[in-house]
């Protein structure tokens, strides 16, 4: 099994280095524009991994790629403080499209980070032969532990015994679904009031730590390693990530954080949710301002 990480930034090797220490891979190869980082990163995570691991790290080029399980797409600029993600569209389109144009092999899943994630998804679904299963968009992981996380000091629960999902675009229109949300497997009852303000920190949660750290890795190079381990587990597991629609909740043509059966195809199954009025609605919303954003990733290209 083979892991091709696109990016040596503080995505991708946090994600290589998460995945080499669960021994999922034999082998685990960091692509970047500088190589001599890449190099480093696999050589520090080589000797960290020495004792957990036998899966082999290396720096590599676009060329070793080929005969990919899995491809982790984490190249491209990061959000500085009081960017939005959108701001980040014709930069990282640009790089995508760089990106696609090398030979990955016939099993390849794309696990992609790159912001505005779920315009870049779909872009890079669209320019390829891969059947829209395979791309898989990292987000609604990150947005779902952010919302346990705001919830369980909302509600004074441990954060592990409180469940909640976010679907809708890894962005601005965010769709945090309080209807299912759990404490201990109970539903839970979330006052209309406290909503507006849970929400509002969630969406805030990446900037409060981008202002004081200058980005997230902790959070997000988990939630890929996550995915990754599902995808290549077969586990089945359903996990909030950005994928292609062709119908499902009222939409086509557009990559959005929906709940995704993974397994060792990419998204196995879109699960169709029971949302209330109000939750379709904001889902709606947020579909058409992806639908948007789409539509200027593809002029892009
Ligand atoms: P970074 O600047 O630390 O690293 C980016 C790396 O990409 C750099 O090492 C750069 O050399 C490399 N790169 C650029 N063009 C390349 C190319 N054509 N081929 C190979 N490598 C190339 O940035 P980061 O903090 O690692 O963030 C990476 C991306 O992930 C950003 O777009 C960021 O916004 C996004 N991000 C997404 C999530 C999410 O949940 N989806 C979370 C955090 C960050």
Redesign the pocket.
Known sequence: MKLTV???????AGVAYNVALRDLFDEIRI????EE?AQGEALDMSHAAATFSDTIIRQGSYEDADGSDVVAV??????KEGMT?AD?LEV?AE?MD??HDNEFGDDAVFV????P?DPINYTHSIVSDYPRERFV???GW?DSARFQYVLAKQLDTAPSTTEGHVIGA?GETQVPVFSRVTVNGQSADIPDDDKPEIKEQIRQS?MDVISRKG???WA?TL?VAEVIDAIVRDEQRVIPCSAILDGEYGHKNVSIGVPCRLGRNGVEEIVEWDLTGSEQEAFDESAETLKEMCGEAEALL
């Open positions: 696109i990016g040596a930034g503080t995505i991708g692509v970047d524009l500088n980082k984490t190249a491209g600029k990061p959000r993600r980040l990282n790089i760089a990106i992609t980070t790159t912001n994630m968009g990292f987000g990150l890894h990446a980005g997230t890795q997000p939630g």
